[in-house]
């Protein structure tokens, strides 16, 4: 006996749920992102912005760019964020945030974005988007870890010694000589 099409009680498709709740999940931690006052937590929620974001890249039909996602973002850049933060953060820090005091100029600019998201959204030919976005991850793919494979662990390598720097930079005693 196999799973349904359709969730009987609300007459839904499995992947139609999934997505509302991996979108509700995005949205809420993105809120969580910009109104959060302690900047780990900020960090966190960032994290969880993005991992809910590489699940609908899934949804979507492209696994290659869900799994940069939490490689590139979850990985290493929200993790050397916080390692940052952490390794940096003074006690005497403002009270009050530089984005937080912005909130009108924020809400102007996400009001217009919603409305450029839903015009393209409506102007959308959902019906070939999947193919397309299936052939097109392939295509990446196979272009990357082909044609690229140098440059792209060069980079790599690039990365993980800018964070090695960054560490080292931050743990020296404040009356040490920089070196």
Not at 29 to 41: F, K, P
Not at 44 to 72: H, I, K, Q, R, T
Not at 89 to 97: C, D, G, I, V
């Amino acid at each position: 006996m196999g799973i349904p099409d359709t969730v009987p009680i609300l007459g839904m498709r499995w992947e139609d749920i999934l997505f509302v709740v991996l979108a509700g999940t995005m949205l809420g931690t993105g809120l969580l992102v910009v109104t959060m006052r302690d900047i780990i937590r900020c960090g966190l929620a960032m994290m969880a912005c993005f991992g809910a974001l590489s699940g609908l890249y899934v949804l979507a039909g492209a696994p290659l760019v869900a799994a940069a996602e939490v490689l590139v973002y979850i990985g290493a850049i929200s993790v050397l964020i916080l390692f940052a933060i952490m390794l940096t953060q003074t006690k005497s820090a403002p009270t009050r945030l530089v984005f937080q005091t912005q909130a009108v100029p924020a809400a102007i600019a996400s009001i217009v974005l919603a409305i450029i998201i839903a015009l393209t959204v409506g102007a959308t030919d959902w019906a070939s988007v999947g193919e397309r976005a299936a052939a097109a991850s392939a295509d990446i793919a196979r272009t990357l870890f082909s044609g690229y494979l140098l440059p792209f662990e060069v980079v790599s390598v690039l990365l993980l010694a800018a964070v090695i720097g960054g560490v080292f930079l931050a743990k020296q005693e404040p009356g040490e000589p920089r070196l």
